[in-house]
């Protein structure tokens, strides 16, 4: 599967952005779906996933309350809706398919968010 991250780009403190992340072939719905972050001079780290049917989603406990992933499996897209961003969420976004919740196998290119203060 092919993966496609869009929709970064630069907001103020307080701020909301939609990621979404366009695969390609038949299996999209096969997968888990999720987002990770790497900032500069960090590991990447894990962001949000969701099940295949989009009924059980995981976040970091960073992002709780602020950040919602969800899929529509008849576009093949999953997004990440991101609320009351704050200067500590700048990173480079990347979106991931795998087989557990945790675990992807495939990645697509980042999309880069930057939240100004």
């Known amino acids: 599967v092919q993966l496609q991250a869009s929709g970064g780009g630069l907001v103020q403190t307080g701020g909301s952005l939609r990621l979404s992340c366009a695969a390609s072939g038949p299996t999209f719905s096969n997968y888990y779906m999720g987002w990770f972050r790497q900032a500069p001079g960090k590991e990447r780290e894990f962001v949000a996933s969701i099940n295949r049917g989009g009924g059980s989603t995981n976040y970091a406990d960073s992002v709780k309350g602020r950040f919602t992933i969800s899929r529509d499996n008849a576009k093949n897209t999953a997004y990440l809706q991101m609320n009351s961003l704050k200067p500590e969420d700048t990173a480079v976004y990347y979106c991931?398919?795998?087989?557990?919740?945790?675990?992807?196998?495939?990645w697509g290119k980042g999309t880069q968010v930057t939240v100004s203060s």
């Open positions: 991931g398919a795998g087989i557990t919740t945790y675990g992807m196998n495939y």
